[in-house]
């Protein structure tokens, strides 16, 4: 193991045998298969919140958040509900990895069942082959917000709405979201789930459309 790798990894340990990632059950709708395969990269598209909801299935496994400062991590722990949520005292962040990004996420896969990453740019095929490897071997699924070719699945966040908004009254009170599921073994072409993302209670759960009453839209 790396020197870096010793640093950011001492205190946890590996996750080599694991099958698939676990995520919410309410994602199971969402992920073909009901979880992430280790070595797999995950694009997440319009939506920081989207890619933490996904880590909010972990347990006690920890996750890592490299190059995406603006991640709300303590609203995420109340994602799962009564299932439980993402444990802030198992995050790893990395607001600013700079041109070490590639090199930062190689180290967290020993260790991290999840690693969320925003490259700066997207990395080269060679780069790309050495951390799903790494992945793999360590039981760790990639999601990434950023540019990455050949991503196995890719998520985006195509339309949402505030609901509790009136004419200019009330409270935010959760957001319901139109996710789309595209990539390799996705359910069906063109799958789309309506989501809380999240709701009143502050958790992520499937969700009705009721249309545009009472509702807000706003950019994914």
Known sequence: MSELSSQVTEGFSPLAGVDLVPVLPALRAVIPGGGLRPGTVTGVDGSTTLALTLAAGLGDRWCAVVGLPEAHVPAAAAFGGE???????????????????????????????????????????????RLTTLARRNGCALVTTGPWAGAALRLRVEESHWAGVGDGTGHLRGRRALVAVSGRGAAAPGHRVWLWLPGPDGAVAVAEHEGPARLEAVAG
């Not at 020993?110 to 095929?125: K, L, W």
């Open 83 to 129: 299932d439980g949520g993402l444990d802030p005292m198992r995050v790893l962040l990395v607001d600013d990895p700079d041109r070490r990004w590639a090199d930062v996420v190689a180290a967290l896969t020993d260790g991290c069942a999840m690693v969320i990453v925003r490259p700066p740019e997207e990395p080269p095929a060679h780069v790309a082959r």
